[in-house]
């Protein structure tokens, strides 16, 4: 779901219906997309290309190519006066600078960045396309470092998350994790192997004591100890009714676990895992839930078909779902918490939206040139400001939450 759409797409290969048809990615990811369609809504999900996914029971597998045929050769436009420069946008420059900035190229390394962690002092941002982790000082933007090589065992790293000493990497094209000292970026271990029964890890939560991951290609969430790595239980099959479960979250008792496949999301015990409740149907508006916050109360789900599902973390009760043209949802993708206001990275309409947590009204939608937003995949903040991973930019835009 997290490839490039374009609107000179064309498609040309047949659908196929039914449950476990899987879509492997092409020999050029870019040249062929995957999706699956939902004949019952009209919703489109696109497929990452580095992800083995099938299409759940009652959807359409489809695929296409990039580009279709040549269309005519539009007019010719004017040209301006030879040595002309355009008029400056001082509205722009005056925007810049209360931005922040986008940070890319040189010692960043940044290749398809896909996850945001901070540990209280840096940011961290997991490199999907560069097997890497960059690590950034929010006081100014600065290259702190990226870490990387065979050590550390990243291969196509997206989840990560902050224990309060290491940060914890998923490592969805290896089926393992990997952690490492945020003090240093030194390698600490990669946790692997049948027991951990890692299968695209994606998502990964802290609740304080143990890691939660979530398993995307076969339905399931691993349990692991954070103080020394050890595998503690893994969740699957019979009630918790996980389908492609993507996103989670801790509320300070319960892990809260997006299922991307099954338009639904699961709620379970942090103490031992026991399955709770799952939410689907009705008022919720689930449809192909991605991230999810908590803001201390309430819960907050991006629906990568439009729209955020905000419930109530105490007893799993709708509250409200937010869509429309007014917000400008467009393949929400990733969401934060500040504190105050929730703000939500728009993959596909290169945009962030922010909506007060309060009442889930909209204040603002950021787009345009000087953000550089491009495929915004994932967001995290820091105290102060925002941090927002363009996964096709290969670049990371930094938002002041004020």
Same mark, same amino acid.
């Given at each position: 779901?997290?490839?490039?759409?374009?609107? +000179?797409?064309?498609?040309?290969?047949?659908?196929?219906?039914?449950?476990?048809?899987?879509?492997?990615?092409?020999?050029?990811p870019a040249a062929v997309l995957?999706?699956?369609?939902?004949?019952?809504?009209? +919703?489109?999900?696109?497929?990452?290309?580095?992800?083995?996914?099938?299409?759940?029971?009652?959807?359409?597998?489809?695929?296409?190519?990039?580009?279709?045929?040549?269309?005519?050769?539009? !007019? %010719?436009?004017?040209?301006?006066?030879?040595?002309?420069?355009?008029? !400056?946008?001082?509205?722009?420059?005056?925007?810049?600078?209360?931005?922040?900035?986008?940070?890319?190229?040189?010692?960043?390394?940044?290749?398809?960045?896909? *996850?945001? +962690?901070?540990?209280?002092?840096?940011?961290?941002?997991?490199?999907?396309?560069?097997?890497?982790?960059?690590?950034?000082?929010?006081?100014?933007?600065?290259?702190?470092?990226?870490?990387?090589?065979?050590?550390?065992?990243?291969?196509?790293?997206?989840?990560?998350?902050?224990?309060?000493?290491?940060?914890?990497?998923?490592?969805?094209?290896?089926?393992?994790?990997?952690?490492?000292?945020?003090?240093?970026?030194?390698?600490?271990?990669?946790?692997?192997?049948?027991?951990?029964?890692?299968?695209?890890?994606?998502?990964?939560?802290?609740?304080?004591?143990? @890691?939660?991951?979530?398993?995307?290609?076969?339905?399931?969430?691993?349990?692991?100890?954070?103080?020394?790595?050890?595998?503690?239980?893994?969740?699957?099959?019979?009630?918790?009714?996980?389908?492609?479960?993507?996103?989670?979250?801790?509320?300070?008792?319960?892990?809260?676990?997006?299922?991307? *496949?099954?338009?639904?999301?699961?709620?379970?015990?942090?103490?031992d895992g026991a399955f709770v409740?799952?939410?689907?149907?009705?008022?919720?508006?689930?449809s192909f839930p991605a991230a999810?916050?908590?803001?201390?109360?309430?819960?907050?789900? +991006?629906?990568?078909? *439009?729209?955020?599902?905000?419930?109530?973390?105490?007893?799993?009760?709708?509250?409200?779902?937010?869509?429309?043209?007014?917000?400008?949802?467009?393949? !929400?993708?990733?969401?934060?918490?500040?504190?105050?206001?929730?703000?939500?990275?728009?993959?596909?309409?290169?945009?962030? %939206?922010?909506?007060?947590?309060?009442?889930?009204?909209?204040?603002?939608?950021?787009?345009?040139?000087?953000?550089?937003?491009?495929?915004?995949?994932?967001?995290?903040?820091?105290?102060?400001? @925002?941090?927002?991973?363009?996964?096709?930019?290969?670049?990371?835009?930094?938002?002041?939450?004020?």
């Amino acid at each position: 779901m997290r490839a490039v759409l374009t609107a +000179a797409v064309a498609v040309t290969a047949t659908a196929a219906l039914g449950a476990g048809v899987a879509l492997a990615a092409s020999a050029s990811p870019a040249a062929v997309l995957h999706g699956c369609y939902v004949k019952t809504t009209g +919703a489109l999900r696109l497929l990452e290309p580095y992800r083995h996914q099938a299409c759940p029971r009652g959807q359409m597998a489809v695929s296409w190519n990039v580009a279709g045929r040549q269309g005519k050769r539009g !007019p %010719t436009g004017r040209t301006g006066p030879a040595g002309s420069l355009p008029t !400056p946008d001082l509205g722009r420059v005056a925007t810049l600078d209360w931005w922040g900035g986008s940070f890319r190229g040189g010692k960043y390394g940044f290749s398809d960045p896909d *996850g945001v +962690a901070f540990d209280g002092t840096n940011v961290w941002i997991a490199n999907a396309g560069g097997n890497s982790v960059t690590e950034i000082d929010p006081s100014d933007g600065a290259w702190v470092r990226t870490v990387s090589g065979r050590q550390y065992g990243f291969n196509g790293p997206a989840g990560i998350a902050f224990d309060g000493t290491h940060l914890w990497v998923a490592n969805y094209e290896g089926n393992s994790v990997t952690e490492i000292e945020a003090s240093d970026g030194a390698w600490v271990r990669t946790v692997s192997g049948r027991r951990y029964g890692f299968n695209g890890p994606a998502g990964i939560a802290f609740d304080g004591t143990h @890691l939660w991951v979530t398993n995307i290609d076969d339905g399931s969430v691993t349990e692991i100890d954070a103080s020394d790595g050890a595998w503690v239980r893994r969740l699957s099959a019979g009630p918790y009714r996980f389908v492609n479960p993507d996103g989670i979250a801790f509320d300070g008792t319960h892990l809260w676990v997006t299922n991307d *496949g099954g338009s639904s999301v699961t709620e379970i015990d942090a103490s031992d895992g026991a399955f709770v409740r799952t939410l689907s149907g009705g008022r919720y508006g689930f449809s192909f839930p991605a991230a999810i916050a908590f803001d201390g109360t309430h819960l907050w789900i +991006a629906n990568t078909a *439009g729209s955020v599902t905000e419930i109530d973390a105490s007893d799993g009760a709708w509250v409200q779902t937010l869509s429309g043209p007014t917000y400008g949802f467009d393949n !929400p993708m990733g969401i934060a918490f500040d504190g105050t206001h929730l703000w939500v990275a728009n993959y596909e309409g290169a945009s962030v %939206t922010e909506i007060d947590a309060a009442n889930g009204s909209w204040v603002q939608t950021l787009s345009g040139a000087a953000y550089k937003f491009n495929f915004p995949i994932a967001i995290g903040f820091d105290g102060t400001h @925002l941090w927002v991973a363009n996964f096709n930019g290969n670049s990371v835009t930094e938002i002041d939450a004020g």
